[in-house]
């Protein structure tokens, strides 16, 4: 880790943002409903609304990039978007490499999904995307970690046997667990991060205090509640 922590602030040096013409957002598209794509093969979700709306309050012209979720900061820091905007929880960690906005959610619980109500989390096989808050907090908990690339990959995890559990936010595991009746939510939530911001290499002043100058906007007047309702993200501010 220190290793990377070095690397990519090295590239953070050398890679700055001076509003260009066009402000490139990144995200996962695999992670509903934050960012998905939809039938069309567009961004869409929760981040895609919100993202739209930043960019038109902020008067910024914008697009859509998709980065695999393990290279998300370096391809950030590197310079192949400016901007993340993928349901990226602040923690000290990251804020050692990238900057943030404040944050656009409160932190939303982090939920077990599993085979059964009666799985011992503490010290079983729990699944977590690879980077991810809850891997980190799984690593540290005593039970046993195994990491995937995708979110996908951790259900199927869970539902072919290889892990007891998946650790991810609530917001995600909600609908699966209301559409696979072999898999339930555990009573026990977890609280974990800093709510979810906008990420932004750490030369790009000027991008970043517009982009909080239009979430505040949006927290003002109360829109922004009402997109948090609409996706059913979590707790309102």
Do not use: H
């Amino acid at each position: 880790m220190k290793k990377f922590l070095l690397t990519t602030a090295a590239f953070a040096l050398s890679a700055g943002f001076a509003l260009a013409d066009t402000v490139r957002l990144g995200t996962e598209g695999a992670y509903p409903p934050y960012n998905f794509i939809n039938d069309k093969g567009e961004v869409d979700g929760f981040e895609r609304e919100l993202g739209d709306e930043l960019c038109a309050r902020a008067s910024l012209t914008c697009e859509w990039v998709t980065n695999d979720w393990d290279s998300i900061i370096p391809n950030l820091v590197s310079g192949n978007y400016d901007v993340i905007i993928a349901g990226m929880s602040i923690t000290e960690e990251r804020d050692q490499v990238i900057d943030f906005t404040q944050n656009y959610t409160q932190p939303d619980p982090s939920a077990y999904l599993a085979p059964s109500a009666d799985v011992d989390v503490s010290s079983g096989i729990i699944a977590a995307q690879s980077g991810t808050i809850q891997a980190s907090y799984i690593a540290s908990s005593g039970a046993r970690l195994v990491e995937y690339a995708t979110p996908e990959e951790t259900i199927a995890a869970v539902r072919n046997g290889e892990a007891d559990a998946v650790l991810a936010d609530r917001a995600y595991l909600a609908p699966i667990a209301a559409e696979d009746a072999g898999l339930t939510m555990l009573e026990e939530m977890v609280l974990i991060g800093g709510g979810v911001g906008l990420g932004v290499r750490e030369s790009d002043t000027e991008l970043k205090a517009k982009l909080d100058a239009a979430i505040q906007s949006m927290k003002d007047d109360g829109s922004l509640n009402a997109l948090i309702e609409k996706w059913e993200i979590g707790v309102t501010f």
